[in-house]
Structures are given as structure tokens and as C-alpha cells.
């Protein structure tokens, strides 16, 4: 490398002025520093101070600009479609939708869902849940169940936080619960049931 | 005379004592005002960065902005586990946190936190013209000495040894290493704090503080911010390092630099904390009675207000408790200024932290003393004799 009286500017580090002919790791370079005013601090200590303490008066005067919502009095709406707890939806006469199909348990990927099925008298249904239990403390919240519900059964639009509990067993909830939160369905539950054969 | 003293006149005996004068100063005054600044720290850095902060704590209805979150604090340290690490040196262990905080209780003796009290007046108009009855004087300064501000520092280095032990006693390396942050740092800049003060000591002739609030008057273009305001802001500087506090909190940041105090817990922490913001009270007390006039009002003399040719004449008691008032409201001020700097400005790194206590202050202040020097003695030739110490 030659020696080059040119200013040379390195992509990396400060520029160098000058290369030695003998090395190139021996080289003249131009150091910045920082301007006499910005090295005493002192304004930059005003400047800041003037930021927050003009934060500070606003804030204690109107409060404008407080962005702290006081939780348990105020809540902040959640959005339309945040999943939370589940609940079982009803048929026009109000006994649960679901048909035991077994979809929701087999996507859960925490396998959270407990369902056990059992025969119906209702021509129109092979089978309803004798049990529908759900573990919230396992639950992750996927809403994959609901995406696998082929008959609207289940959903979780409750809007509510999984309970505070004492104990573990406490943590399920059960298909009455469920079904108390639920409301009837405006989807139509397709099929009229095994009496198309008849026809 | 002496025979029938009435119980007005030993009252006023009991009043005029220096552990009542005290124990009113620490109890009522310093230690509600530093208990207080706990909530007022978060409360106001959560106003500085638009949150609102603790205001919850209260008992029943009485809430009052969550103030009552010191007692909270306070009840949780006090039934805290009291854990001592097994290797600790108990003794100094036990030591460090009452060396952190008696220092700045004792210092407390030399604030001159109010005008000097004439009960036998209290219902006139001081004459200016007559000398009062100093016999029956009340001076609110516990320890009026003429070397004050020395015994402030002499006292106050005393505090360094509470950090330094702390750190030493925990059998902590982390413990160890703020320690000596907390060492260096204090010596750093205590001499920088001594020499600014040098230069007031120059100009006003008296390092007794109330002496100096008497010097500087009622007039505010004659306090010690107008005709020191180098050494206001050179002290200042390095007052708050002293403090421990940020922007200087190397010895103890809490998140990531383990500081000297990281293996005290409860009380013992607590104390540690408390005397920090005792140190926060004590700061201000100095700084409004050596550049802001201490207890003086603006244009209030003991008989009342005279501005411009317009006199006011106010009744002794009046007076008393507007001074007391403007005291307790320059204190205050100082506090909430000290907790905005500390809400605004980040961490120094310890090479800058030496950088400036070293480079910039010691330097800028022996300049201050120098040329204050020279300009005292160049007025003194001049004929303004009032510029040296009263004789």
C-alpha cells in the first residue's frame, strides 16, 4: 500500500488520514470528539430535565397523557376475536350441540379436552356428551377445537380469564358450566338425520 | 426575676434545649418528609414517564393518592426475614447500616431550619431599631458553631464507612466491589464538595450556616446562588454524588451492578434505603441555607415586608411561621428537583464518574476559589468591608 496524502474514509472506525509506507496498521486517523458543550453535560442535563418535568406538570395537572389504566375498576376492552374460556353452545331446545364427534380432543395439542360419549334417543343425533370436561390450567388456548367443530358446539368468545384456583382439580370445568355460558346457535346442525334413508 | 419564673418561661427552657430542638427536627420534620419521599420517587417518575405509580395503599376509604404506601413498605420490612449470611461478619454487619444512617441524623444539628424565636413577642411588631431580649431567644439551630460546614463534612465522611463495610462484612464479592465503588466515589467527590463551598466561605466570611442565611438577607439577589453560582452548581454536582443517587448510583445499581447492600434484607435494607433519602432531606437543607437564603423569605424582615419604599409591618409570629414555611418549601423543592435529576439522567460509567469528580469539578472549583478570592480581595481594597467576617 502506498502512502496516500488523500483522506481515505473506512467503513468501520475513524477516518484515516494517512497509511505509513512501511505498514498499514500504522496510520494517521482524525479522532471526533464530542463538542466542548455536549462534554459538560450540563445541557444536556437541562434539555432532559425540561422533557420531564414538563411530563411531570402535565401529568400532574390533567393527567393527559397517563397511559395506566386502573385494572380491576377499569378494563380495557378486549378484541372481537380474543379467544378465553370456553363454553358449549345449545340447540333451539337447549340440550348441548355437540355430537361427540371426538374432533376438538383429537386436535387439542394439550390434551386438555375429556369428552364421553353416549348413545342419544334423538333420531337425528348418533351421540351427545355424557361428559364434556375441560382442563383450563392445561388448556393453551389455541382455539384449534373450535376450528375443529364441524357443528358449532364449541367456542371460546366468553371473553373470561381461566379462574383463579385453589387446587388443581378445581382448574376443570365441567359440560354444565359450560353449557350455562352457552346460548343457542344460529347455524343450522346439517342433515335431518338417519330418516333421509326412508324417504 | 428568677425566683418567680411562670411556665411559660419553662416551657420555653424545655423548647430551647438542643435534644428537643432535635428530636422535634429529626421526627416531625426530617423523618416524616424522607419517609414520604420513598412514595414520591415512584410516584413522580411514574408522572415523569406518563404512568401514574402507587396509589393504591389505604386504610379503609382513606386512600390520599396512595401516600400511605410508606407505612406499607415500612410494615413489610420490619416482618421480613432478618437473614444474616453464614459467613457475614455479624458485628460489622449490624454496624454498617447504623453508620450509613447516624452521620446524617447528627448532621442534621447545623441546619438553621427556622428564625430565631422571641416567645415574649410573639404578639408585636419586632422594632428593628431596639435590640430584642436575646436572654429569651429561641434559636432554631440545634449545634450553632462557627466551623458548621466542616463538621458536616468531618461527619458525613463518616457515612462512607457505613458502605464500605456493608460491602466488606457480606462475604459477597459483588458486596465487595460496590463497597469500593461506593469508597472511591465518595472520596472522589468530596473534595470537590469541600472546595466549592470554599468559595461562599470566601464571600460570606462564616462557615455557620445560619450565620450565612443571616448574611445573605431577605434580599434574593443577595443569596448565594447570585454571588456564587459556580459553586452552587459545583456542589450541587457533587453533593448528588455523594448521595449515591443517580445519575452517580455506580456503587449500587440495582439491576445489573450488584451494589454494597445486595445481601441486607428487611430492616437492615431498610435503613440503608432510609438513609438515603435522609440524605436527600439533608442536601437540600444545605443547599437552600447556603445558596437560597434558608429560612428568608423574599423582602420579609422580622418586622414585616419592605420592598421598594412599601413597608408592611406583620406581627412576630407571622413573620416566624412565613419563614418557616419558605424553609420547609425551598426543602421540598430541593427534594423533588433531586428526584427529577435522578428520573432523567442515566448512569455515568466509573471512568467518566472519576473523569468528572477528578477533571472537571476539582478543577473548576479550586478556579471558583481563586478567582473569588481575588475578587473579594479586590473589593475589600476597594472599601467593601462588609464582604470580610464580622469581627
Known sequence: MSHSAQPTTSPSGPEVVSVSPHSDKVRTVRVVRPPREDSSFLPATLKGL????????????????????QYPEEKKPYPARNRGLHRLMQREDGTVRCVAC????????????????AETTDARVEKYPAVFEIDELRCVVCGLCVEACPCDAIRMDTGLHAPAVEERASGVIDKDTMLGMGSRSIAVQGGVGPGWRAK | M?????????????????????????????????????????????????????NRANIGPIRLWGILHFVADALKMISKED???????????????????????????????GPTIYPHELHHVIDLRVATNATHAVSMQVYSVEFGLLFYFAILTLANYGSTIAGWASYNKFALLGGLRASSQMMSYEVAMGLSLMGVFLVMGTLEPGSMVLWQGPNPLHWGWAVQPFALILFFTAAIAETKRAPFDLPEGEPEIIGYFVEYSGMRFGMFFLAEFIEIVFLSAVMSSVFFGGWQFPFLYADGFHFAGWVVFMPHWAVVLIQFMTFGGKVVFFCWLQLAIRWTLPRFRPDQLMGLGWKRLLPLSLLNVMVTALIVWLLWWWGARDLQPPM
Open chain 2, 2 to 54: 428568677e425566683a418567680n419564673k411562670t411556665w411559660v418561661d419553662w416551657l420555653f427552657w424545655v423548647l430551647d434545649s438542643a435534644a428537643f430542638k432535635w428530636f422535634f427536627l429529626i421526627f416531625l420534620l426530617v423523618m416524616p418528609l424522607a419517609s414520604l419521599l420513598t412514595w414520591a420517587e415512584r410516584r413522580q417518575s411514574a408522572m415523569m414517564q406518563d404512568r401514574l405509580g402507587p
Open chain 1, 102 to 117: 371426538m374432533c376438538c380432543p383429537t386436535v387439542c395439542p394439550a390434551n386438555c379436552i375429556t369428552i364421553i360419549p
Open chain 1, 50 to 69: 425540561s422533557i420531564t418535568v414538563k411530563h411531570f406538570f402535565k401529568n400532574v395537572l390533567t393527567k393527559s397523557e397517563v397511559e395506566t389504566i
Open chain 2, 83 to 113: 437473614f444474616v449470611p453464614e459467613k457475614a461478619h455479624r458485628v460489622l454487619f449490624t454496624l454498617a447500616p447504623i453508620l450509613a444512617l447516624a452521620p446524617v441524623l447528627i448532621a442534621f444539628a447545623i441546619i438553621p431550619f
